[in-house]
């Protein structure tokens, strides 16, 4: 969920809702509130969901965002896993 402006409109929806995720967390890391945590992340976003699992996309912009993500993982010293909503 967020809101964009035009500046992402060429963009599709699984990259809006995941670079919209990706960005929260690096607020929530600088501000240290994710240091060593274990997050779970819930989605009914299939594609996005998948380029984590297998760490690749064969979108750029998606693997650009899989990236920052684990990137991320490792400079708090944490685990992110993103689950299917029909898995919980």
């Keep these: 969920m967020?809101?964009?402006g035009r500046d992402t409109e060429d963009n599709s929806s699984n990259y809006r809702?995941?670079?919209n995720l990706i960005e929260t967390l690096e607020?929530?890391?600088a501000?240290?509130?994710?240091?060593?945590?274990?997050?779970?992340?819930a989605t009914n976003n299939s594609t996005v969901e998948s380029a984590v699992y297998k760490g690749n996309s064969s979108?750029?912009?998606l693997f650009?965002?899989?990236?920052?993500?684990?990137?991320?993982e490792l400079k708090v010293g944490g685990k992110f896993i993103m689950e299917?909503?029909?898995?919980?």
Excluded at 31 to 41: F, P, R
Excluded at 64 to 72: A, D, F, I, K, S
Excluded at 84 to 88: A, T
């Design 59 to 61: 979108n750029k912009k």
């Design 17 to 19: 809702e995941f670079a």
């Design 64 to 72: 650009e965002l899989v990236v920052r993500l684990r990137l991320l």
């Design 27 to 29: 607020t929530e890391s």
């Design 31 to 41: 501000n240290g509130s994710l240091d060593e945590a274990m997050l779970v992340v």
């Design 84 to 88: 299917s909503l029909q898995d919980i």
């Design 2 to 4: 967020g809101i964009w």
